[in-house]
């Protein structure tokens, strides 16, 4: 913008010296020449100021609208509560998208339908409605279950169930569980995975997962909103900056402006008044 500037003012100070030269420049011709510099200027600076002020405005409106969340993911939308389980239980309370449930049939029971249903996007659960059928083998002609109670026998049920490890010392049973899971039943050796992203939510919130906390079995894993990855402590979110990656799609006549969790492809017009030229130096 000022090369042009300063290579007009060095053409009217030439014409000066070169008027100078021949004839002898009055004062007052001097002083009008350097008023017209002067003026050219202002309206140069006047101009690249309003539209710095417009940018930073668009700027601005644009990282406002960005930084505000989707519906479903950030303002707690949740699925229906599934049907209760009859002759079984649920292992999960939290239903909000992206959460999943699992079903665990009792001894003498045999799961029929998924046994992990996940709440999507559409405020729907996946997989089939779950149902516990009773097997011959595991019901006595009383109506008692005949499975074994061992812990040396407990079949490992699902991912989310697990034998526990149990010794006897004198005279009593301790058992214990893998890391991540809790005591289901001593008496049939049984543990299930603990719901860390729930105790999470009852006893310190946020402290867990920055964003979205999805129970897995034996752990957790943590989940970042669209336009944002997991930092390198696997629990915080950092913005991804699609500019400085080369992960946008603006073309070479336009500027890449980073935003929270997303980026804007910006065309920055020069300003336009007469008596002035521009030069196109870079691509951007």
Request: hydrophobic share 30%; aromatic share 6%; charged share 20%.
């Amino acid at each position: 913008m000022y090369r042009g500037l300063v290579l007009w003012g060095i053409f009217l100070w030439g014409q000066v010296l070169r008027s100078e030269s021949q004839d002898c420049v009055n004062r007052q011709e001097l002083q009008s020449t350097l008023r017209q510099v002067n003026k050219l200027l202002l309206a140069h600076e006047t101009s690249f100021l309003q539209n710095v002020r417009s940018l930073r405005k668009k700027l601005s409106l644009l990282q406002s609208s960005m930084a505000k969340p989707s519906n479903n993911t950030t303002t707690g939308a949740s699925c229906p509560p599934p049907e209760l389980l009859a002759n079984g239980k649920m292992l999960g309370r939290v239903f909000r998208v992206g959460h999943e449930v699992h079903f665990l049939c009792n001894a003498g029971f045999e799961l029929t339908g998924a046994e992990t249903r996940v709440c999507q996007d559409s405020l729907t659960w996946s997989g089939e409605h779950a149902a516990c059928k009773a097997t011959d083998a595991g019901i006595n002609n009383d109506g008692t279950s005949s499975m074994p109670t061992s812990p040396s026998s407990s079949p490992l049920i699902s991912t989310y169930v697990r034998p526990s490890r149990c010794i006897e010392f004198q005279g009593s049973k301790h058992c214990t569980c893998e890391q991540g899971y809790s005591i289901y039943s001593q008496d049939r050796g049984l543990c299930t995975d603990i719901d860390e992203c729930a105790l999470s939510r009852l006893t310190q919130p946020g402290r867990l997962c920055l964003h979205t906390c999805v129970n897995t079995a034996g752990s957790f894993r943590c989940e970042c909103p669209r336009g944002y990855a997991l930092s390198r402590d696997s629990r915080n979110c950092q913005d991804i900056d699609e500019c400085e990656g080369g992960f946008h799609n603006c073309t070479g006549e336009q500027v890449c402006v980073n935003t929270f969790g997303g980026h804007r492809c910006v065309e920055v017009e020069c300003p336009r008044f007469r008596n002035a030229s521009y030069v196109k130096t870079s691509p951007q």
